[in-house]
């Protein structure tokens, strides 16, 4: 049975986007199905890293929403990621395989959608749908960051919950918001991740304070590195850095996900 695992924060520029996608590519590397949504819908992006050229996006998921395609058409094959990028040759033997709904970057759409909003609940539907249709073994939800109607329905369906947040009280406070709204919502298992964290923090600290605060299990702590800046969302981190500390700590974490089942 498949897992949902939804990547959320309270506040934009988290890194929340970053994680999912190399958290999936990681997850599809180790021989998994693995389906991507960017439900962000009012400021996409997921699709950047993996290359996908937007002149090719025929439908996107707000099409989906408006009942211009079903959903399968707004989903792209993203797998080649691997062998384009990393050439990994052993990757063409494996049944790991990406695949990503991205939503429309358009101006118009994305007016149309925060003027006359959409059936948040078409997106659970979906869900279901594309998990049996393409024999997913995981679907990470890229969530709109803050707490609205698709991302409560999102959170209800998931199997674990990652919440992201930086070192600061503003994403402190906004994440005890989102824990509480989450705890009473029955979410089966939460995570932590805490991002863009300096050398000079003490992480064992960091760690033991986070923990203590919301009474939730920190996945990872990962560092501000120059690397991730040079990078600027132009590929998979984790691809193109595989030794490096921060590619570490999202493997580490990807072990948390299916050691929580």
């Given at each position: 049975?498949?897992?949902?695992?939804?990547?959320?924060?309270?506040?934009?520029?988290?890194?929340?986007?970053?994680?999912t996608a190399n958290?999936?590519?990681?997850?599809?590397?180790?021989?998994?199905?693995?389906?991507?949504?960017?439900?962000?819908?009012?400021?996409?992006?997921?699709?950047?890293?993996?290359?996908?050229?937007?002149?090719?996006?025929?439908?996107?998921?707000?099409?989906?929403?408006?009942?211009?395609?079903?959903?399968?058409?707004?989903?792209?094959?993203?797998?080649?990621?691997?062998?384009?990028?990393?050439?990994?040759?052993?990757?063409?033997?494996?049944?790991?395989?990406?695949?990503?709904?991205?939503?429309?970057?358009?101006?118009?759409?994305?007016?149309?959608?925060?003027?006359?909003?959409?059936?948040?609940?078409?997106?659970?539907?979906?869900?279901?749908?594309?998990?049996?249709?393409?024999?997913?073994?995981?679907?990470?939800?890229?969530?709109?960051?803050?707490?609205?109607?698709?991302?409560?329905?999102?959170?209800?369906?998931?199997?674990?919950?990652?919440?992201?947040?930086?070192?600061?009280?503003?994403?402190?406070?906004?994440?005890?918001?989102?824990?509480?709204?989450?705890?009473?919502?029955?979410?089966?298992?939460?995570?932590?991740?805490?991002?863009?964290?300096?050398?000079?923090?003490?992480?064992?600290?960091?760690l033991s304070s986070?923990?203590?605060?919301?009474?939730?299990?920190?996945?990872?702590?990962?560092?501000?590195?120059?690397?991730?800046?040079?990078?600027?969302?132009?590929?998979?981190?984790?691809?193109?850095?595989?030794?490096?500390?921060?590619?570490?700590?999202?493997?580490?974490?990807?072990?948390?996900?299916k050691l929580s089942?």
């Amino acid at each position: 049975m498949a897992k949902i695992i939804s990547i959320h924060s309270f506040r934009g520029g988290t890194g929340k986007s970053n994680l999912t996608a190399n958290l999936a590519t990681i997850t599809a590397r180790a021989g998994y199905r693995v389906g991507i949504v960017d439900t962000d819908i009012q400021s996409p992006g997921i699709h950047v890293p993996f290359g996908l050229d937007e002149t090719k996006i025929k439908y996107t998921l707000n099409d989906y929403l408006w009942g211009h395609c079903n959903l399968e058409a707004a989903t792209y094959d993203v797998s080649s990621v691997f062998t384009t990028r990393q050439k990994t040759a052993w990757f063409n033997n494996n049944r790991g395989k990406i695949y990503l709904i991205p939503s429309s970057i358009k101006t118009n759409e994305i007016s149309r959608i925060l003027r006359e909003g959409y059936d948040a609940r078409l997106l659970n539907d979906g869900f279901r749908h594309l998990i049996k249709h393409l024999k997913l073994d995981y679907l990470f939800i890229d969530t709109h960051p803050g707490i609205n109607e698709e991302t409560l329905l999102s959170v209800i369906i998931s199997d674990i919950l990652i919440v992201i947040l930086r070192p600061d009280k503003q994403d402190y406070q906004g994440t005890a918001v989102t824990i509480d709204v989450a705890r009473k919502l029955e979410v089966p298992k939460m995570l932590l991740v805490v991002n863009k964290v300096l050398p000079s923090i003490n992480q064992e600290q960091l760690l033991s304070s986070v923990q203590k605060s919301y009474n939730t299990k920190v996945a990872g702590i990962l560092p501000v590195c120059e690397e991730m800046f040079q990078l600027a969302s132009s590929d998979i981190f984790c691809l193109r850095f595989p030794e490096h500390t921060w590619t570490k700590t999202v493997n580490q974490i990807a072990k948390e996900l299916k050691l929580s089942f």
